[in-house]
Nanobody, 126 residues
């Protein structure tokens, strides 16, 4: 079992930047994809970005060119650098790890993930 803890959320003006971190503890982290998801009030949880064990990345269209996902397997952390933030990026952001190890394609469905963190709030003021 992996325990995940997100941090780095906060209040930022539109056009600003935030860097979210996901710290993992427990079983091996390096062999599993890590995904970031977000949930805005009254909406379903949405895929944002994912990175495989081999650092292949995938992004939802609305964040391409603005967000960058990365991981440090030595430190057991994953990060989401968010630039040019917009009001519509406001949500609770969650990280999660893949159910299957060493997947070659970045998973985008939340049903392929397990071990969710508690989330961190990102609020972008317009």
């Amino acid at each position: 079992q992996v325990q995940l803890l997100e941090s780095g959320g906060g209040l930022v003006q539109a056009g600003g930047s935030l860097r979210l971190s996901c710290a993992a503890s427990g079983r091996a982290f390096s062999d599993y994809a890590v995904g970031w998801f977000r949930q805005a009030p009254g909406k379903e949880r949405q895929f944002v970005a994912s990175i495989t064990w081999s650092h292949i990345t995938e992004y939802t269209d609305s964040v391409k060119g603005r967000f960058t996902i990365s991981r440090d397997n030595f430190e057991n952390t994953a990060s989401l650098q968010m630039n040019s933030l917009k009001a519509e990026d406001t949500a609770v952001y969650y990280c999660a790890t893949d159910r299957r190890e060493r997947r070659d394609v970045p998973p985008t469905s939340e049903y392929l993930y397990t071990n969710w963190g508690q989330g961190t709030q990102v609020t972008v003021s317009s």
